[in-house]
């Protein structure tokens, strides 16, 4: 996660950085070079996206949250194509 995608997500919980940082188990300064580009921890990663869903009144599944995270940072293994039709990108059909 960027930068800038962790500190939008503090502002849209409307939480301090030390808030954050509480919440996180790190200090403000911490959370401060996270935005400015420092690598989060995936553990960390995966407590703030926790954080936010809980706030945004939605039920938290932890585990599933986890497992998704996993399988967006896992390596694509096979090369994908996509082709546009009507404006719009989807996965080209091999033939």
């Given amino acids: 996660m960027s930068g800038r995608e962790i500190r939008f997500l503090r502002k849209q919980m409307d939480l301090t950085q030390a808030e954050l940082g509480r919440s996180l188990g790190v200090s403000d300064q911490q959370v401060a070079r996270y935005e400015k580009g420092a690598a989060m ?3 960390a990663d995966g407590l703030l996206w926790a954080l936010y ?3 945004t009144g939605n039920n938290v599944n932890l585990r ?3 497992r998704t995270l996993e399988e967006y940072d896992a390596p694509i293994k096979e090369r994908q194509e996509f082709a546009e039709e009507d404006g719009v990108w989807k996965p080209k059909v091999a033939a």
């Fill in 41 to 43: 921890p995936r553990s």
């Fill in 53 to 55: 869903l809980e706030s």
């Fill in 64 to 66: 599933e949250l986890l």
